[in-house]
């Protein structure tokens, strides 16, 4: 079959590519919100030869190359630097045991070629699109992005308990952007019947490119909805563990320096931890989905390790009589330990289906299809095309007037807006809700530039150097993003309108430009070598009960990896690829 991946046709850029992961997968909205899509890898040349693994890849002979001995094997010096320098041979085999390794772990979406993929569980599955080696990336601004994640945590809360500012900062997105319009009604009632959230809970994921400039780590936003990848990121970065591990004489390189990534451990163990401040052992946690949703096996890792590694354990006398009975006896324990285990159930439901089959009682208590819900957590509702009719509104409100913790509440939603981002860059503004100067130096310097089109100067630069700044609409997931030449050509039209008001929609944003590599991407099966960019988002996770902080913490990580010739970068949403990282 020849090589094991194939070169793309070559072009050159003027200027390597930009930022714009998206984060749902979605998203996850990714961005998330970033989105393990479905779409054909389209930024891969049409040209490409392709090397399809169907079978083990031997020519004809149906059987896997033996690997030459230690005397006669090809020893590769670098493969992070350049894995293109990989021999066909040792390719065939690493992209064949990837398949196989995730085919077995469940590193899997469904086919968007199958078309019950998204709805019914185990029809239609492939692996997710990932890359084959991991990306080499600086220890120091690997610390450096795990170090901001409660800074950036604590500055979510203290930000979402400010209604007056989140309703200020977007008073003119909402004149011009009907979904943002939707979001802050329902805000705006939460301050007007005076609604607390006394429990709050946020899965946040803050994403990041390395500009190879400046070789400052820059954030492109942080992400307060349906952060996606926390169960198949960790499964990428065992993954490339195992195959460091298993071709290290090959390969000479160190998979110890993969960081463990446990982002679905610690994303459920935190809804346990929010389960059990809600102080109800027959509820449940809920979450949140679209009506088809290929990246349900992101999703149901999460549920599954939330069920099985966080059951809560009653502790019994030697008569077998609970020692005490309420849930402060309650205690969490992992699966091995004595005791009557109680696990915390999980259900799935659609934003119409919540408003069919959902009520609240006298005391604020959510009821759906018959189930007290505990926890909410949304891996939908966070675009437009989530609220196709008012019925999805009705959902939404009925929820944020519930007493269920939310993941997110609506405040904690409104404060991952673009417009909020770009207002806390502004001077002076971080020090209205963090008190830690140490705190506030570190979040200004990760922030890239960010302005309004209010703006002139930044306008003027936009449409003289079009190529050095982004557009931005308050939108989650991939494909929303204005780039080069069409940045230009928005600004002068809105000028030549004067529509003051539709400016207000979107934020300018200075364009990152990450260094571009050598990579081995692998998408349904076929390897492609390819020059590419990544983009590294950080989970994180907050829980609060009033005035104590219960959780604040880093959880993992998430690196997406693209074609550079690519703008945007959502793997949910097509444009992308699952990696994990290498410490240099």
Avoid at 46 to 63: D, E, L, M, Q, V
Avoid at 137 to 146: I, R, Y
Avoid at 387 to 395: F, Q, V
Wanted: with cysteine; glycine share 6%; aromatic share 8%.
């Amino acid at each position: 079959m020849g090589a094991g991946c194939s070169s793309s046709s070559s072009f050159s850029l003027s200027l390597p590519n930009h930022h714009c992961f998206s984060s749902t997968l979605h998203h996850p909205k990714s961005t998330s919100t970033f989105i393990l899509s479905t779409h054909t890898y389209s930024q891969f040349h049409k040209s490409s030869s392709k090397f399809s693994i169907n079978s083990p890849p031997n020519c004809g002979s149906g059987s896997i190359p033996e690997i030459k001995t230690t005397q006669q094997k090809s020893f590769v010096k670098n493969p992070m630097s350049d894995p293109h320098t990989i021999d066909s041979e040792l390719l065939q085999k690493l992209v064949y045991d990837a398949l196989v390794w995730s085919s077995l772990h469940g590193l899997v979406v469904g086919d968007r070629n199958v078309q019950r993929s998204g709805s019914i569980p185990g029809v239609g599955l492939v692996h997710a699109p990932i890359a084959l080696l991991p990306y080499s990336f600086p220890e120091s601004h690997w610390k450096q992005a795990c170090e901001l994640a409660p800074i950036f945590n604590e500055l979510v809360d203290r930000v979402s308990l400010d209604g007056k500012f989140l309703q200020d900062t977007l008073s003119r997105t909402k004149k011009v952007d009907a979904f943002t319009s939707r979001l802050l009604d329902i805000h705006s009632r939460m301050l007007q019947i005076g609604k607390k959230e006394d429990i709050r809970l946020g899965l946040h994921r803050s994403d990041y490119m390395l500009d190879e400039n400046t070789n400052l780590l820059l954030q492109i936003e942080l992400n307060t909805i349906s952060c996606s990848f926390s169960g198949l990121s960790c499964l990428v970065s065992e993954l490339h563990r195992s195959l460091l591990s298993q071709y290290k004489e090959h390969l000479g390189v160190d998979f110890r320096r993969i960081p463990k990534n446990n982002s679905a451990n610690k994303f459920a163990e935190v809804l346990a931890k929010a389960w059990m401040e809600y102080n109800n052992p027959s509820a449940v946690v809920m979450v949140v989905v679209q009506p088809e949703e290929r990246n349900m096996y992101d999703q149901h890792w999460l549920s599954a390790t939330l069920t099985e590694r966080y059951p809560f354990c009653i502790a019994v006398d030697s008569s077998g009589i609970g020692i005490q009975d309420s849930i402060p006896w309650l205690v969490l324990l992992p699966c091995q330990m004595d005791g009557i285990g109680i696990q915390i159930p999980s259900i799935r439901k659609t934003l119409v289906e919540i408003d069919a089959q959902g009520k609240t009682l006298s005391d604020g208590t959510l009821v759906v299809d018959g189930e007290t819900v505990a926890v909410i957590y949304f891996r939908a509702g966070y675009a437009p095309n989530d609220y196709p009719s008012e019925s999805e509104w009705k959902a939404r409100l009925l929820m944020e007037e519930s007493v269920a913790i939310k993941c997110p509440s609506i405040s904690y939603h409104l404060t991952g807006t673009k417009k909020v981002q770009q207002e806390l860059a502004k001077p002076n503004v971080l020090e209205r809700f963090l008190d830690n100067k140490d705190d506030i130096a570190k979040l200004q310097a990760c922030f890239a530039g960010l302005w309004s089109l209010d703006d002139s100067n930044a306008v003027k630069n936009a449409i003289e150097q079009p190529g050095a700044f982004v557009m931005k609409p308050q939108r989650e997931g991939g494909g929303n993003n204005i780039y080069g030449d069409e940045v230009k050509e928005m600004l002068v039209r809105l000028q030549k309108e004067g529509s003051e008001e539709e400016a207000a929609a979107y934020i300018l944003m200075q364009r990152i430009f990450p260094k571009d590599f050598p990579t081995l991407l692998v998408r349904e099966g076929i390897c492609y070598k390819e020059q590419a960019i990544s983009e590294l988002g950080i989970f994180s996770s907050y829980l609060r009960n009033k005035e104590k902080v219960i959780v604040s913490e880093q959880c993992g990580y998430l690196m997406r990896t693209k074609v550079s010739s690519s703008n945007e970068g959502g793997v949910a949403a097509g444009f992308a690829v699952l990696d994990s990282l290498y410490l240099s």
